[in-house]
């Protein structure tokens, strides 16, 4: 039981965290792709948590679904966050086509058998086998996290001065 308190107050602490940050400049791009990540990690996160434990086991299989649904989404998330931090960065048509195309395509996908198939319990775990997309919705789960990384690195790399102090405080 006091595992899910634990949970729960994370999970408040989170959304208070977005709920701060959205309403001290909700114009401003960073500010959104961040709520957007917080919103997504939020719902990432109750798939997650609740799909092992045993009060929800008749929607674990749901949950499993929609734990990669939306980590696909958690995923290029993080990437817009990236690129919107600071000063934002131009996308490329390439980037546009994942974002738009292949990201809503493999969210909408792991409801079905070709990313996760087979889910059943093992030492009263959810766990599921790999469908046959699933080395795709890997390497773009990693494209974006790697490149979200990459590209907050250089930012921080190439900032000077105060622009540089900005990057651990989060202005």
Known sequence: MLHHLIFFLIFLSIGILGGIVFLKNSHN????????LIVILE?????HYWQDEAIFKKYAPFLLKLDFASGIFLCVSFYLFSR?????IK???FE???IFIFVPLFSFLSFTNFVICNI????DTIDGDPGILFLGYFLLASFFVINGIRTLFIKYKQSTGIEKCKCFMYY
Not at 84 to 88: E, I, L, P, R
Not at 120 to 123: D, E, G, K, T
Request: no cysteine; charged share 10%.
């Open 29 to 36: 791009r960073t500010h959104q792709s961040f709520v957007l």
């Open 120 to 123: 059943h319990f093992r030492n």
């Open 91 to 93: 996308f490329s048509i």
């Open 96 to 98: 546009k086509f994942l």
């Open 43 to 47: 719902i990432w996160i109750i798939a």
């Open 84 to 88: 919107f931090f600071s000063q934002s």
